[in-house]
C-alpha cells in the first residue's frame, strides 16, 4: 500500500480534514480513482494537482507504485 498525504484544500474540502490515507493501487491513475471511489468527484480536482512519489514531481501518471511509497498530493503553484 502506498501512503498518501493530502495537502489542503484537497484533505479539508473532499475528505472531511482527513489529510492521510492508505491505498492500495498499482500507478497514480488508480490511486486517484481509489481516492474518487471514496470522495466522488476527487478525480476531476485531482487533474489539476501536482503529485509527488517519495519527494519526486511525478509527470507521469502510470509510473508505478511500491509497497510503502509515499505519494503526496497537493495544489500546483503558479509562479513567475
Request: hydrophobic fraction near 50%; avoid cysteine; glycine fraction near 14%.
Amino acid at each position: 500500500m502506498a501512503k498518501v498525504i493530502l495537502l489542503p484544500p484537497y484533505a479539508g474540502d473532499w475528505f472531511g480534514g482527513r489529510g492521510e490515507w492508505d491505498v492500495k493501487a498499482a500507478n497514480i491513475f488508480a490511486l486517484v480513482r481509489a481516492l474518487d471511489a471514496l470522495a466522488p468527484g476527487f478525480a476531476e480536482a485531482a487533474e489539476s494537482a501536482a503529485v509527488a512519489i517519495n519527494g519526486t514531481v511525478a509527470g507521469d501518471w502510470t509510473t508505478p507504485l511500491g509497497e510503502g511509497d509515499e505519494v503526496m498530493i497537493v495544489p500546483k503553484v503558479a509562479g513567475g
